[in-house]
């Protein structure tokens, strides 16, 4: 019974990180370079500011994931434009993805790894 459990555990595990939907799609780095560098795209750092400053990708723009103003600051962005987001490891560009998502947006390009996999 237990390695049923645990089977299934790892089954679930591994179906939810490998998965992608048509609106979100994970990109490793060598992808997302080539779709950002110097293009004119919707380029967002979603760590805090402090974050932002220490160094990030030329033309992304900060919108920190914790803060009150995500929501307000991401409805000012075009929903039917792709978005590329990322963060310090995936994590919270992950979350934001799948905010962004239920927030309308229709094309979303999430750093694997984030931005410390980049350089």
């Given at each position: 019974m237990k390695l049923f459990v645990i089977l299934s555990l790892i089954t679930s595990l591994i179906a939810c990180n490998g998965s992608q939907n048509d609106t979100v799609k994970v990109l490793t780095t060598k992808e997302f370079k080539e779709q950002v560098d110097n293009k004119q795209v919707q380029l967002i750092d979603v760590r805090t500011p402090k974050e932002f400053i220490s160094g990030h990708i030329k033309g992304a723009r900060n919108i920190d994931f914790n803060s009150n103003?995500?929501?307000?600051?991401?409805?000012?962005l075009n929903k039917d434009e792709p978005v590329y987001i990322y963060c310090r490891s995936g994590v919270r560009s992950g979350e934001a993805s799948k905010k962004l998502e239920t927030m309308g947006f229709k094309e979303i390009y999430d750093l694997k790894g984030g931005i410390i996999n980049y350089k």
């Open positions: 103003s995500f929501d307000e600051e991401f409805n000012k």
